[in-house]
């Protein structure tokens, strides 16, 4: 049930050889690096991940109510996979996983055999994150990561039920590829800054954790690029990190919404013909009645171009920043009005 995305990728490799490589009487030594390999390590490693993670991933299964042309509407099933990142039953998975919340029906698979129902407690399409719970006792959260303390190349290890529940709980391991990637999601949506993996993801991996060699939870895997090979995708767990935190503390997420309706800058010249003073931020549209916007006096027409100490480049990074906040913070939002940047207090 993952997302897949794509676009055709080729590479072009160009083998370069050094000339006079062999000399009368023999070949060139070259001097060894000084490097020290200690195979019992990498060899342990994977398995240290899987015996820490595994208690704590899941299988999903759901059942949505479809619209077909030629049958009327029919019951559809779907699989993906889920980490527990509370003992109390609190599962982060996709939000495509559980149909953007169009769903009649959602089962969820422990490490023990036990089948659960779930219920969707929260879901955000533009980040494909949910929060899902299950009533039971015995479950064991897994750790979670920094993200943002990522580097290309270090370990990656992927958890997940690619195909279906006959391969449940299959590892793939390789390493970090990339960060900050985007790839699109159709209707004009992008989903942004993912770590990118040649760790092996399949449909039925949606939701399931992208993992360190500490087998902490540092992303969770949402997409493939269906026309290369190992190119994964996956959603830094510090995206995810404030939502886990509210319904930890409080058993509910109130999301914080700022009240306006905007588009991306570098895509507003494209729609109207106009040039804007910066090429990146968000673009006001409107501003909506009663809001956080309209209390602090921000106009259609406004850039918004950071918010806290963050910048803002699109409306996805917008949305993710406002992740970080709840109600009652306080925050300063960057825009350019009329060529000249401001800075405007506000309460959220």
């Known amino acids: 049930m993952g997302a897949v995305l794509g676009s055709a990728i080729s590479l072009a490799v160009t083998y370069m050889y050094l000339p006079e490589i062999l ?19 990498d060899l342990t490693v994977y398995t240290a991940v899987a ?3 595994m208690p704590s991933v899941v299988g999903i299964t759901t059942v949505t ?16 996979t889920g980490v527990i990142v509370d003992a109390r039953g609190y599962i982060l998975t996709n939000s ?17 055999g036990t089948r ?34 990522l580097k290309v190349g270090e370990i990656a290890v992927a958890i997940g039920n690619p195909l279906g529940l006959n391969f449940e709980r299959t590892l793939t391991q390789g390493v970090i590829s990339g960060l900050n990637r985007s790839i699109p999601l159709g209707q004009g949506q992008t989903i942004e800054d993912l770590i990118q993996t040649d760790a092996s993801i399949n449909p039925g991996n949606s939701g399931g954790p992208l993992l360190n060699a500490l ?30 935190d509210q319904f930890i503390e409080k058993g509910e997420f109130t999301r914080v919404l700022l009240g306006i309706r905007g588009i991306n800058a570098d895509a507003f010249e494209g729609f109207t013909g106009t040039r804007l003073a910066v090429e990146t931020g968000v673009y006001v549209v409107e501003i909506e009645a009663n809001s956080v916007a309209e209390r602090y006096d921000l106009r259609p027409g406004d850039v918004v171009i950071g918010i806290g100490e963050h910048k803002v ?25 009329n060529e000249r940047e401001m800075e405007i207090e506000v309460v959220l």
């Not at 619209?67 to 699989?79: C, E, H, P, Q």
């Not at 953007?100 to 490490?111: A, I, K, N, P, R």
């Not at 409306?315 to 970080?324: C, V």
């Open 23 to 41: 000399q009368q009487g023999g070949t060139i030594n070259l001097p060894a690096p000084n490097v020290t390999i200690e195979p019992q390590q």
């Open 215 to 244: 087998g902490q939870v540092i992303g969770i895997n949402t997409a493939k690029i269906q026309t290369g090979e190992g190119l994964g995708f996956a959603i830094p767990i510090n995206t995810a990190k404030p939502i886990v």
């Open 313 to 337: 480049e699109t409306m996805g990074h917008l949305i993710r920043e406002l992740y970080r906040y709840r109600p009652g913070d306080a925050t300063t939002i960057q825009i350019v009005r």
């Open 65 to 80: 109510l479809q619209r077909d042309v030629f049958f009327g509407t029919r019951r559809a099933s779907g699989l993906g």
């Open 96 to 112: 495509h996983v559980v149909g953007d919340g169009d769903v009649e029906e959602v089962m969820v698979l422990l490490h023990d």
């Open 116 to 149: 659960l129902p779930a219920e969707v407690l929260w879901y955000e399409r533009t980040l494909d994150l949910a929060i899902i719970k299950v009533e039971g006792g015995n479950l064991t959260p897994a750790e979670l990561g920094n993200s943002d303390e």
């Open 51 to 53: 015996e820490k993670a």
